[in-house]
T-cell receptor, first 113, second 114 residues
Framework: RKEVEQDPGPFNVPEGATVAFNCTYS??????FFWYRQDCRKEPKLLMS???SGNEDGRFTAQLNRASQYISLLIRDSKLSDSATYLC??????????????FGKGTLLTVNP | SAVISQKPSRDICQRGTSLTIQCQVD?????MFWYRQQPGQSLTLIAT?????????ESGFVIDKFPISRPNLTFSTLTVSNMSPEDSSIYLC???????????FGEGSRLTVL
């Protein structure tokens, strides 16, 4: 089983739609969780952190279920500018104060007019 | 935040040659990270570069193939040695100055090996 697995996509949705991405991780010792966004031919950028209590930032909501080792990202009222690849990221301690980030393969979202 | 300049942005190289990628950060950071992103694949950590010590390589990556320099707290280089077409990829430099999870990436170096 891969360390981080995501919906393979691609997702094609109309503007205004609600879309949800799922991610599972295999290491129960994982400590922190994030969603990154990567635009075409660009570098990844942090979108938001994911907490057990949930995290909402405008149209974006991230959820973590530690028992199921599952992370989700919900995008409401999709905009054309939301078109990108969304990367699920999991961290674990790699010794001392160092952490290792493991990236999922990403889910491609295309929002259509 | 951190601003990272990476160069070259892209290059086309011949099999058997080597290419050195440079990464410059606008602030001092303890650790710099080198990632590879192959087409359709996730980002894979190659190594962690610490100033003043040897880089720490991840499983599947060795110093002879990917030598790294870290001469100071704002600069690092990654060399891809004796390249083959399988090395065609995007190579990304990153730093995480503000704690776990939030990495800032350079724009990447897109390498094509013929």
């Amino acid at each position: 089983r891969k360390e981080v697995e995501q919906d393979p996509g691609p997702f094609n949705v109309p503007e205004g739609a609600t879309v949800a991405f799922n991610c599972t991780y295999s290491n129960s010792a994982s400590q922190s969780f994030f969603w990154y966004r990567q635009d075409c031919r660009k570098e990844p950028k942090l979108l938001m952190s994911v907490y057990s209590s949930g995290n909402e930032d405008g149209r974006f909501t991230a959820q973590l279920n530690r028992a199921s080792q599952y992370i989700s990202l919900l995008i409401r009222d999709s905009k054309l500018s939301d078109s990108a690849t969304y990367l699920c990221v999991v961290t674990k301690n790699s010794g001392g104060s160092n952490y290792k980030l493991t990236f999922g393969k990403g889910t491609l979202l295309t929002v259509n007019p | 935040s951190a601003v990272i300049s990476q160069k070259p942005s892209r290059d086309i190289c011949q099999r058997g040659t080597s290419l050195t990628i440079q990464c410059q950060v606008d602030s001092q950071v303890t650790m710099m990270f080198w990632y590879r992103q192959q087409p359709g694949q996730s980002l894979t950590l190659i190594a962690t570069a610490n100033q003043g010590s040897e880089a720490t390589y991840e499983s599947g990556f060795v110093i002879d193939k990917f030598p790294i320099s870290r001469p100071n707290l704002t600069f690092s280089t990654l060399t891809v040695s004796n390249m083959s077409p399988e090395d065609s990829s995007i190579y990304l430099c990153s730093v995480g100055p503000s704690g776990i999870g939030e990495l800032f990436f350079g724009e990447g170096s897109r390498l094509t090996v013929l």
